[in-house]
């Protein structure tokens, strides 16, 4: 099949080279000239592991391109996907206008029968908007579909591949023939393609993430009662995620959720519930305990030096919002960075992927190391925000050479507390019993 994505960000640049993957041919539309040149240079713009293989493979193969000129390409694809980025406004609700922006072009451009997909995150309800908007400039036969995406930063490409489930949503019996034959190759194992209305499809993804994120902001709950009552979140995790009603995944405590989807889609979807005059009260209790665990460690690191962090210098160990992505949308590291800097702490940051980002954000404001042990030098005391497999088994040895306090806050809970005893560390973890401070 022949497939227009519009927009070469995280999600469309995942999305389109997936495709082009099982032979289709795909084009890739942006705004952005230098990264369009880029891209058809083969030089991937986003961290993503398993992506760069893929993308440079169908390059070469010319199943895979990219174009500014959107006009150019609309007659010669049959599937036009929207991935485009639907930012949180002031008020929590999901800014629509980028893809309102291209369905107006859209409905100048179309002359012919498009299917139209809605692959970016959007409200209940945008399907009917894109539709009306197109409306305005193009009365010929068109379809606008649901196709919310699914995917976990790190492990995408397995997600797009092998997906547990596709959800669509459309009414469409033409869409739904075109949608099923374009995913038939990524569901071969028997994975179901969900087949509902729009808005059902749409609220869908909300429904999902929003869930996730109360699994994360209730065991960060439990968390602060096992550091009150003398219990093991550990264990607590290990006891309730056998249960197959609860599952073993997102239950692990620590400083709380970040990355582009869980915090702008509670916020969207809470949003769109005070739009209907419903008060989604467990939704906004989710969001204040993810709030308020950003900096839980930074409480406890400020317990530790009674209240005094005025030239203390950290170590941090992990930037991005989560392992395996340099994506730093909503990252607790920067919460803790700048709530430690407003106490006049200076900081010297390692991450694999992220440190980049972080630099065009917060420039030299902190002090970046080339390796986790280099960050270590003239520290008082190591932070670790992100749970890189790197930082699991480090040389201790090595670090208390660096780091004389042998002092450690981790928000990821990455080391048994046992051992950190035996090995002489004071050992700050979230949840857990025999902190030594």
Not at 363 to 374: E, K, M, T
């Amino acid at each position: 099949m022949k497939i227009a994505v519009i927009g070469t960000g995280y999600v469309g640049l995942v999305t389109g080279t997936c495709f082009a993957e099982t032979g289709n041919k795909v084009v890739c539309v942006d705004i952005d000239q230098a990264k369009v040149d880029k891209l058809n240079a083969g030089q991937i713009t986003i961290y993503e592991p398993g992506l760069e293989k893929l993308f440079l493979r169908n390059i070469k193969e010319e199943r895979l391109r990219f174009t500014t000129d959107l006009a150019s390409v609309v007659d010669e694809v049959q599937m036009i996907f929207l991935a485009l980025p639907t930012p949180p406004g002031a008020d929590g609700a999901a800014d629509l206008k980028f893809v309102l922006g291209v369905a107006e072009e859209l409905g100048k451009l179309l002359t012919s029968y498009k299917v139209i997909v809605n692959k970016s995150t959007v409200p209940v309800g945008t399907a009917d908007k894109v539709r009306a908007v197109i409306a305005k400039n193009y009365q010929g036969d068109f379809d606008v579909v649901s196709n919310p995406e699914f995917l976990r930063e790190g492990v995408a490409v397995d997600d797009f591949m092998k997906p547990d489930r596709v959800v669509i949503g459309t009414n469409s019996e033409r869409a739904r023939t075109l949608m099923s034959e374009l995913y038939a190759p990524f569901v071969r194992q028997g994975n179901p393609i969900l087949f509902m209305d729009e808005r059902s499809s749409e609220l869908t993804k909300y429904a999902a993430n929003s869930f996730l994120a109360m699994k994360i902001s209730f065991m960060n709950e439990i968390a602060q009662l096992c550091e009150r009552m003398g219990a093991d979140v550990d264990m607590v995790r290990r006891g309730i995620g056998s249960d197959e009603r609860i599952g073993k995944r997102f239950l692990f405590s620590g400083i709380g959720y970040g990355g582009s989807c869980f915090p702008k889609d509670v916020q969207a979807l809470i949003q769109s519930a005070d739009a209907t005059d419903y008060d989604f009260k467990i939704l906004k209790a989710v969001e204040r305990v993810n709030a308020s665990q950003k900096i839980h460690l930074v409480e406890k690191i400020k317990q530790h030096y009674k209240g005094n962090l005025k030239g203390k210098r950290f170590a941090l160990w992990g930037l991005a919002f989560k392992p395996n992505t340099d994506d730093i949308r909503e990252a607790p590291a920067l919460s803790i960075i700048n709530a430690l800097l407003k106490e006049g702490a200076t900081i010297c940051a390692y991450d694999p992927e992220a440190m980049p980002n972080v630099k065009h954000q917060l420039g030299d404001s902190i002090d970046y190391a080339n390796s986790q042990y280099g960050a270590l030098e003239g520290a008082d005391a190591l932070l670790i925000a992100t749970e890189w497999s790197e930082f699991r088994t480090p040389d201790f040895e090595r670090i208390a050479t660096l780091l004389p306090s042998k002092l450690i806050f981790d928000g990821r809970n990455l080391f048994e507390v046992a051992k950190m005893k035996q090995l002489g560390y004071q050992y700050v973890s979230i949840g857990r019993p025999a902190d030594l401070t």
